[in-house]
């Protein structure tokens, strides 16, 4: 069986040459996986073809290199075969198909219920920790507001013993996902995981901290997005017709759940940073911060509360 182009497939089993069956080997099934997904306008043919086929040999990504030479069982290329299909056919992104992203140096375990951890999110990953480590050693609340995968509010659990975190999510299935990945990663001692919208689960406690990667896109955008995030869970892609539904009232009322001299830190689009900003200023709270992510882009705002009411 061949591609649309006509050329055997490397798990088809009958791909032959003038001596007889092919011999597939991983540089092999590399070179011609990442030709096929550079065809298909995949963004990271090389690195999708190193992840998948790694995967689908029990490996690690790097030690496909010390085995370019090895062949290729026939059944490990009919298991990679559907993987490249997946990829390609349905563009499922390579998180789920892996069922884990590294975050913050960790594995996170995903699925289509909680949103992938992406890079750009370490940029307040980063921010919070530099607050909690300016703080006095002491125990040091913290919010995660939407916490999906936990990603988040794990990591800040596990970088930081003295904090105590509570991770909230209004759906119960991201919730699993979360108390997983926490007891995986041997912090669930450090975190508490509640089910509710925004601040509702807390009631009235208050934080030193508050962080939160809420749903930012606006739904008018969706027919524009990359086609992988038709498989991730859309309460957590969209807020809203403009992308504030969730934002604004987070804006409105996180000042209420900080302690005096609290620290707060949302992720954003980079074109709602001085919206958010603008809230946050008249919400009355000070210290009020863009950050970057990697990129350049606006990704983070921040901010303080330095007044009692």
């Known amino acids: 069986m061949g591609d649309q182009t006509g050329r055997p497939q490397p798990g088809s089993g009958n791909a032959s040459t003038a001596g007889g069956d092919r011999v597939w080997t991983v540089l092999d099934l590399l070179r011609w996986t990442t030709k096929h997904f550079s065809e298909h306008g995949i963004e990271t043919p090389r690195l999708d073809a190193e992840l998948l086929l790694a ?62 951890p992406r890079p750009e999110t370490e940029t307040l990953v980063e921010a919070a920790l530099k607050t909690i480590r300016q703080a006095a050693a002491r125990v040091y609340r913290v919010l995660d507001v939407g916490t999906g995968s936990g990603a988040i509010g794990i990591s800040l659990a596990a970088d930081c013993p003295q904090a105590q975190v509570t991770a909230t999510d209004i759906c119960p299935k991201a919730l699993q996902i979360a108390r997983i990945n926490a007891d995986k990663l041997q912090v669930s001692e450090n975190i508490q995981f509640l089910q509710g919208e925004l601040f509702d689960p807390v009631g009235t406690e208050k934080f030193d901290l508050i962080v939160s990667n809420p749903p930012y896109l606006a739904r008018s955008e969706a027919e524009g997005l990359a086609p992988e995030l038709a498989h991730e869970p859309e309460q957590a892609l969209f807020g809203g017709p403009d992308g504030y539904a969730v934002l604004r009232p987070f804006a409105v009322g996180v000042k209420e759940r900080l302690e005096l001299g609290g620290w707060v830190g949302v992720e954003i689009d980079s074109g709602q940073a001085n919206v958010v900003a603008g809230w946050f200023a008249e919400a009355g709270l000070c210290e009020i911060e863009i950050l970057n992510d990697l990129a350049g882009r606006p990704r983070v705002v921040s901010a303080r509360k330095t007044t009692p009411t």
């Open 55 to 116: 995967h689908a040999l029990g490996l690690e990504r790097l030690a496909l290199y010390l085995q370019f030479d090895k062949p290729v069982e026939p059944t490990e290329r009919s298991d990679f075969r559907e993987l490249i299909r997946r990829r390609v056919s349905e563009r499922v992104p390579i998180s789920l198909l892996l069922g884990e992203r590294e975050f913050w140096s960790r594995p996170f375990q995903v699925t289509e219920d909680v949103l992938t």
